[in-house]
């Protein structure tokens, strides 16, 4: 016959610090990959280096990055108990896609509209006045 081992028990503060910490590594390391592709892109902005190896790199770096990111985020998560796993996952792959679509489509609309406020050469704010212009006269 076998015999079954009692399950460990551990105390609250054990089982805090373990679930807190991994949350708080599983939500660090995105964002820690997410800065470091950040500085790469903007250094591949600022670069004075032919247009086309700027292009080649920032593909692979681009690319490269989103699949590291994601292998990574998702290994972390794994790291969670199945319940926690079951979760957070989705948002691991539906997260970025989110930032992205916020990054390019929304944010950028946001920041027309605001510069529309203002006059041709952005010195004098104006309100609706462009828009009424448009519009009405």
Do not use: C, H
């Not at 939500?27 to 292009?55: E, H, M, N, Q, Y």
């Not at 998560?77 to 896609?97: H, K, N, S, Y």
């Amino acid at each position: 016959m076998q015999s079954v081992e009692p399950k460990k028990s551990t105390s609250i503060p054990e089982w805090l610090l373990a679930n807190v910490s991994r949350i708080l590594v599983s939500l660090l390391i995105p964002a820690l990959t997410f800065w470091v592709l950040i500085i790469g892109f903007k250094f591949l902005r600022d670069s004075d280096a032919p247009k086309v190896i700027i292009a080649l790199v920032a593909i692979i770096w681009g690319v490269g990055g989103a699949v590291a990111m994601y292998v990574l985020a998702n290994w972390l998560v794994e790291q969670l108990p199945a319940d926690w796993t079951r979760r957070i996952q989705p948002f691991i792959f539906v997260g970025p896609a989110v930032a992205i679509l916020f990054w390019y489509l929304a944010l950028p609309t946001i920041r027309t509209f605001i510069i529309s406020l203002y006059n041709r050469d952005g010195s004098e704010f104006v309100g609706l006045r462009n828009y009424y212009d448009i519009f009405f006269t």
